[in-house]
C-alpha cells in the first residue's frame, strides 16, 4: 500500500530536550516536506526537499531541522523545542502534482 | 494579502443536501494549481480534489466538484448527496508556478471550513 508513514504519532516532551520525528513514504518519491498546523493558520510550511541531499527552508524553519540522506526518509528534528512549537505536524510526499499526507504528529512540549 | 481566503469558518448542511464551500485566491503566477483537502476529527489530511490553472473544465471526483471561475479568482468545492462521514474540516490549497520534477510544490493553505452535517 502506497503511504506515509510518521513516527510518533503523539509526543510529549519538556523544553529543550531534542527529538527527532520520523516520515518515511514508499512510493519512490523525489519531493518530500514538513507542515506545521495550528489553530486558524491551516497548514504552513517548514523544509521541503527536492531530492536526496537537497533540502530548503519554507515559511516557518526557525527552530527545525532537516535531512535527507535517503529518498524515502525525511526526519524532522528539533534540537531544543519550545513551548511554541507545540502543534499536529504533517509530513507529505509528492511525484508532480498531488502532495500525500502522513497521518500527522501531535507534539506538546511543556 | 492573504494568498487563500476560506471566509466560512463553519457551514451546517443538512444530509443528502448539496453544499459548497468558499475558497478565493491570489497569484499573479499564470501557472498555479489549487487543491481541497479534507481533514476528519482523526486528524489525516486526505487529498479530495486538484485543479489547474490551464485545465478548460471543472474537475470533478465523485461528489466532489470544483467550481473554477478563474476571472473571479474563486475554486469553490461543492459536495452534492451530503453524508453524515462528510463532517469535516476542509482546506483549500494553491501551489503556485511551473510544476516539473525538479521544481519546488510548496503548498499554501486557507485557514479551513468545518463542515457539520446534520441527520
Known amino acids: 500500500e502506497a503511504q506515509v508513514t510518521q513516527n510518533p504519532r503523539y509526543l510529549i516532551t519538556v523544553t529543550g530536550k531534542k527529538l527527532t520525528v520520523t516520515c518515511s513514504q514508499n512510493?519512490?518519491?523525489?519531493?518530500m516536506s514538513w507542515y506545521r498546523q495550528d489553530p486558524g493558520l491551516g497548514l504552513r510550511q517548514i523544509y521541503y526537499?527536492?531530492?536526496?541531499?537537497?533540502?530548503d527552508k519554507g515559511d516557518v524553519p526557525e527552530g527545525y531541522k532537516v535531512s535527507r540522506k535517503e529518498k524515502r526518509n525525511f526526519p524532522l528534528i528539533l534540537e531544543s523545542p519550545s513551548p511554541n512549537q507545540t502543534s499536529l505536524y504533517f509530513c507529505?510526499?509528492?511525484?508532480?502534482?498531488?502532495?500525500?499526507f502522513g497521518p500527522g504528529t501531535r507534539l506538546l512540549v511543556l | 494579502a492573504q494568498k487563500i481566503t476560506q471566509t466560512q469558518p463553519g457551514m451546517f448542511v443538512q444530509e443528502k443536501e448539496a453544499v459548497t464551500l468558499d475558497c478565493t485566491y491570489d497569484t499573479s503566477d499564470p501557472s498555479y494549481g489549487l487543491f481541497w483537502y479534507k481533514q476528519p476529527s482523526s486528524g489525516e489530511m486526505i487529498f479530495l480534489i486538484y485543479q489547474g490553472s490551464y485545465d478548460q473544465q471543472n474537475a470533478t471526483e465523485g461528489r466532489y466538484s470544483l467550481n473554477f471561475q478563474k476571472a473571479r479568482k474563486s475554486a469553490n468545492l461543492v459536495i452534492s448527496a451530503s453524508q453524515l462521514g462528510d463532517s469535516a474540516m476542509y482546506f483549500c490549497a494553491m501551489r503556485e508556478g511551473y510544476i516539473s520534477s525538479g521544481s519546488a510544490r510548496q503548498l499554501t493553505f486557507g485557514s479551513g471550513t468545518q463542515l457539520t452535517v446534520l441527520p
Open positions: 512510493m519512490n518519491h523525489e519531493y
Open positions: 507529505a510526499s509528492s511525484f508532480l502534482e498531488t502532495q500525500y
Open positions: 526537499s527536492m531530492n536526496v541531499e537537497v533540502t
